[in-house]
């Protein structure tokens, strides 16, 4: 089945303790992008990937970082969490020519 | 830069009604138009999409209908069922599907 991925769903931890969320999906796709969505602002693009060892920023980029050493995973790490990073991350792919497939969502909580 | 604006939320409506959810855009260029569903505790779906002026999307009864020259792109059922009730995105992408700029999301509730 295709499909997006992402670990944890659900995590809460502390400012500053650094976390990695995992994406891989199974399609084989070039374009790998990264999103979080809060209340009243949609979604908003963190980081993209169009290929592997290719990445950019998005719309809101501060403190993220993400890496895509294999074409299947896009990992997104925040290194010192703050209480603004407590969001709802959507992991998502897509080929050249196709929409973009979503992953189920991590739920972020920093206390 | 691009922008997407939808009406704000939450339509209310009974089962059968029909439904209207306005989406307009501002882009630079010939974007691709598509809305996304979220229904409860899941990931964006895609519902339709629409690729150039005057395309019409249409998926599982929804419809939409990109018009250039009002930069619109409205969603519209003609009888919604409970299942419907989800929150709507409206995005568009003009640098290739790797990139969407999304609207803050509509929220349908639809009762029996």
């Known amino acids: 089945e295709a499909q997006v991925t992402q670990n944890p769903r659900y995590l809460i931890t502390v400012t500053g303790k650094k976390l990695t969320v995992t994406c891989s999906q199974n399609m084989n796709h070039e374009y790998m992008s990264w999103y979080r969505q809060d209340p009243g602002l949609g979604l908003r693009q963190i980081y993209y990937s169009m290929n592997v060892e290719v990445t950019d920023k998005g719309d809101v980029p501060e403190g993220y970082k993400v890496s895509r050493k294999e074409k299947r995973n896009f990992p997104l790490i925040l290194e010192s969490p703050s209480p603004n990073q407590t969001s709802l991350y959507f992991c998502?792919?897509?080929?050249?020519?196709?929409?973009?497939?979503f992953g189920p969502g991590t739920r972020l909580t920093v206390t | 830069g691009d922008s997407v604006t939808q009406m704000e939320g939450p339509v209310t409506l009974s089962e059968e009604a029909f439904l209207t959810i306005n989406c307009t855009y501002t882009a630079t260029g010939y974007p691709s138009l598509f809305w996304y569903v979220q229904y409860p505790g899941e990931g964006l779906q895609l519902l339709l999409k629409?690729?150039?002026?005057?395309d019409k999307g249409s998926n599982k009864g929804f419809e939409a209908t990109y018009r250039k020259e009002t930069t619109s792109f409205h969603l519209e059922k003609g009888s919604v069922q409970v299942s419907d009730s989800a929150v709507y995105f409206c995005?568009?992408?003009?640098?290739?599907?790797?990139?969407?700029?999304f609207g803050k999301g509509t929220m349908l509730l639809v009762s029996p």
């Open positions: 998502a792919s897509s080929s050249l020519s196709n929409e973009q497939y």
């Open positions: 995005a568009l992408s003009d640098r290739g599907y790797s990139t969407l700029t």
């Open positions: 629409a690729t150039k002026a005057d």
